[in-house]
């Protein structure tokens, strides 16, 4: 998997990422992710390829650029802001491997933890993240329980 910045010529396969219909209310799509990006120091998103295959999308905040302190980020940690796999493409280490580009992004940045949110519930992603390590924190963040991992 690669991690790539996202750019134009990108935008119709990103676009075409798919979240099953079960999971729809647990995470924004695509464009909504991109567009949002657009308008928010300190955001970064990248397009998840397999080769010229569009399998997910990655989104993080550098709190130390970021506008405002935001309650989704703690200010000693990157966050990752989103991560979507596409349906079709779930299960073949993806997100692992998103997980470990975020990491080794975090450790760029000069963060030694990273945080994220995910909403809880049935067919919540919080499980797989305490699988990789993360731990929940305690906090709720806009209604998404908060998980960190140290680096």
């Known amino acids: 998997?690669?991690?790539?910045?996202?750019?134009?010529k990108d935008l119709r396969a990103l676009f075409q990422l798919n979240v099953a219909k079960d999971r729809?209310?647990?995470?924004?799509?695509?464009?909504?992710?991109?567009?949002?990006?657009a308008y928010d120091r300190g955001a970064y998103v990248w397009g998840l390829?397999?080769?010229e295959t569009a399998v997910g999308l990655l989104g993080m905040v550098h709190p130390g650029q970021?506008?405002?302190?935001?309650?989704?980020?703690?200010?000693?940690?990157a966050h990752v802001w989103r991560l979507l796999i596409d349906t079709?493409?779930?299960?073949?280490?993806?997100?692992?491997?998103?997980?470990?580009f975020a990491e080794?992004?975090?450790?760029?940045?000069?963060?030694?933890?990273?945080?994220?949110?995910?909403?809880?519930?049935?067919g919540s992603a919080?499980?797989?993240?305490?699988?990789?390590?993360?731990?929940?924190?305690?906090r709720i963040a806009y209604d998404e329980v908060e998980l960190i991992r140290d680096l």
Request: hydrophobic share 30%; net charge negative; with cysteine.
């Open 1 to 8: 998997m690669e991690a790539r910045p996202v750019e134009r």
């Open 24 to 37: 729809r209310h647990l995470i924004a799509g695509t464009e909504y992710t991109i567009a949002e990006a």
């Open 49 to 51: 390829w397999d080769g």
């Open 66 to 77: 970021a506008e405002e302190a935001d309650d989704c980020c703690l200010n000693d940690a």
């Open 88 to 100: 079709r493409h779930q299960g073949k280490g993806y997100g692992r491997a998103a997980l470990a």
């Open 104 to 122: 080794q992004q975090a450790r760029d940045w000069g963060f030694t933890r990273i945080n994220l949110t995910s909403v809880d519930g049935p």
């Open 126 to 138: 919080v499980k797989y993240y305490e699988n990789q390590g993360y731990r929940r924190t305690g």
